[in-house]
């Protein structure tokens, strides 16, 4: 049986390189994760085992894809930049897409028992992914900065929310109305004078998200050992100070 | 912090919708699956839990996407055949092949233990994954006939090496000298003649791969009650009589 | 001087091949005609030359490209229908675009004099384009359906309004409302009541706009010498009668 | 006659915005210009004529065109500079590159007699194009230097080549052996000795191409009134004074 005849159909496939020397984001989501959050009693506002699961998977696709100079996560999201001059798998975009979300996938269901030690896992999760791309470093700070200022509102929102129902005793709809209208300010000061609470004392993963660095680190207990690690930071990307204090992501060499 | 002034950076994400009315394929392929086997002490030349772990998760992307309507799988890789009129998504395509790899990926991992209960998974696997259109049925039957003749190819291929290997006492090296400008029918020859296996009554799956449809089908146990399952047939796609007896599939309605 | 040094800026030109297999059609527009109509007088409700001249431009087009088994021309539009296995300039999408709109320009621009002779042309007329694929024969018909039924609509009316403003007198804001909420009946009638004109033996390039064919053709005076040529048709394309007579433009070979 | 029925097929036209905030360059490109100089005896090694006209329609597109900020011309070929934050048509790719294709086509025939009032234009000559993006200032740069060292090296090339033929009596086979492997000084040096040509007192155009800026300009003879003009440079675009000098075309706002 040849297999020849029917060969023609590969000529369908079509190229879907990706410009040249362009940021390159892939942004991933977990897909109906407010049920999923549910279904495991994931902690209100905030679970720290399932945003260090999410960052668990993160490093497994940082450590395939060497490329990948910055990662953050908030949420049920993450976001990869790739540097602009990476040419992993030719920089086809389909291969590119496919194979994080799904190493990010794999390695979330994988390592599920490693954060979650005596929770089942009930079903499956899986998440849908995006590429975007960004011409300059301003737009590529921008993205980040939208991303991080996303974070910064629904946490707050979300912190004082479930204080308001969990330790205030409101219905989902009476807090709702409380929050209505209501500025940053007025959402501090209701944290703090109803539950005592300095927003900026909160866990910073909480606040800021957390974004993956490769850096040079000391090995724990062995003196002059350095190696590349990645390491999780919670910063403030959207201030200057942070991009002068890793100079390595926007420059062409890490 | 107003988030109003990073939102512009959402203006580079550009439309990726699919044309209307063609046959969209979604194939996803095992990364790394020849170590992986290896790790995992897969069966050879074929692994029936493998196989059927693949299927698992194959039927999860099916009960997901209503409008694929066929999908079929071998080794490493499945074919996900969704409709002309799918509208899945308003037919972006970086979201229907993220998310058919990602569920695909994460219904592998989770149903591990299904199909190999005394088995550790020793690390995250991970598949990539691509969209390819065709517009015509005859284009669509050419592909699967691609795929299913590659399975016939390879299958009997090793069929025959690992015959020779396992039960035949040679080296990986004397059995590809042995096979080296063998045609089909010194193949099945040498099955018959030194192992006395007639190839054609090898497990068809491993012959055939799996094939995946949605069918009426009388549940067991309750008579007159039918429902609509997603069943495993491994037939011959090649000739006619298959899409004949399934004229559902290239149909405008299931 | 080396020029190799810049030469990586080629690598940014992406491929933009078109699917294989699909109906290609690439159809222009005049770019702002209602002014340039204007400003050369062309006659009302349709100018013979001025339709003319398209056509002629669009035989220019097809005597380059052979792959183009059917054109249609209404108006300020024409669209080109290459056959779905065209491989001219390998597909590639911008290639074909941007040659047939100049090539349609230039003749255009060219071929003033031929049709108006005692005219000036006033300044550089120009078009645009686009590609749309279709991957059915049904597709194709429709699109050329949907032009055909546009030049009807459009062309009733404007036959009427001219005449209620050429011949009846009316100012341009009369003849829109006397025509408002009017059916076609409606128009037919009133054509025919007030100006004695029977709609259907108005001119068919007026009515059906212009279909242009390969045909092998008699030579004129030359007894047994057949050609083929690309000859002008005014037919309706919506029924199937016009598809049987000329099986070839869905058929593998011309 | 509903023409509702067939309107579905404007649904096959997919949207093909152009990524914010890149460099996009439409580059033309005339189709078989070696025979259409030959037809109208174009002047060897450059034709001034032939060469404003090209200017002449390149000034067309650029009046057109707002959002082009430095357009490139030599030979056949042309380069139109959108800026990064051009916004006409939407940015959609195939409406930008077919409007300039046939805007530039269509000025060049129109404007033939205005160049050579006593040759007449013996066919309709056409241009292709293709739409090629660039993110970083670099990249554009290197473009232009690109297209400028091409110049170089072919006027280069030509003038000795052509010297040797039309006033050395060479045949252009024995011009061409007398080329091969000759560098740049060995060029200039055959100008000079054999012709008494210093190749850089040569016209700038042809050792330069044509380089389209707007600028505001004094008016002759109207004192004190400037104007937005298009004008022709002759210049260097490779080292860094003409982009300090005319730092506006990588400024934001011209």
């Known amino acids: 049986m040849a297999n020849s005849r029917y060969e023609y159909v590969k000529g369908f496939e079509l190229d879907d390189r990706i410009l040249p020397n362009i940021w390159v984001v892939v942004r991933i989501d977990g897909k109906g994760f407010h049920k999923f959050a549910k279904a495991h009693d994931f902690e209100k506002p905030n679970d720290v085992n399932a945003l260090n699961l999410m960052n668990h998977a993160a490093v497994t696709v940082m450590e395939e894809f060497r490329d990948i100079v910055l990662s953050y996560g908030q949420s049920d999201e993450y976001s990869f930049i790739f540097r602009r001059e990476a040419d992993v798998y030719k920089r086809r975009a389909a291969k590119i897409l496919s194979y994080v979300t799904s190493l990010f996938t794999s390695s979330y269901v994988y390592n599920w028992n ?32 939208w991303r991080q200022a996303d974070v910064h509102i629904n946490n707050l929102y979300n912190t004082v929310f479930w204080n308001l129902v969990l330790k205030g005793g409101m219905t989902n709809q009476q807090a709702e109305n409380e929050l209505r209208g209501t500025f940053s300010a007025d959402k501090n000061e209701i944290l703090f004078s109803k539950f005592g609470i300095n927003y900026n004392t909160i866990d910073p993963m909480f606040r800021k998200g957390t974004i993956l660095l490769r850096k040079r680190t000391q090995i724990p207990n062995l003196p002059n050992v350095k190696r590349q690690l990645i390491i999780p930071l919670y910063e403030d990307m959207i201030r200057d100070k942070f991009w002068k204090e890793h100079a390595e992501i926007l420059g062409k060499y890490l």
Chains 1, 2, 3, 4 share one sequence.
């Open 114 to 145: 490693v954060w979650f030690p005596n929770k089942k896992l009930e079903y499956a999760p899986s998440f849908d992914g995006r590429i975007v791309l960004y011409p300059t470093d301003q737009n590529l700070r921008d993205y980040l900065s």
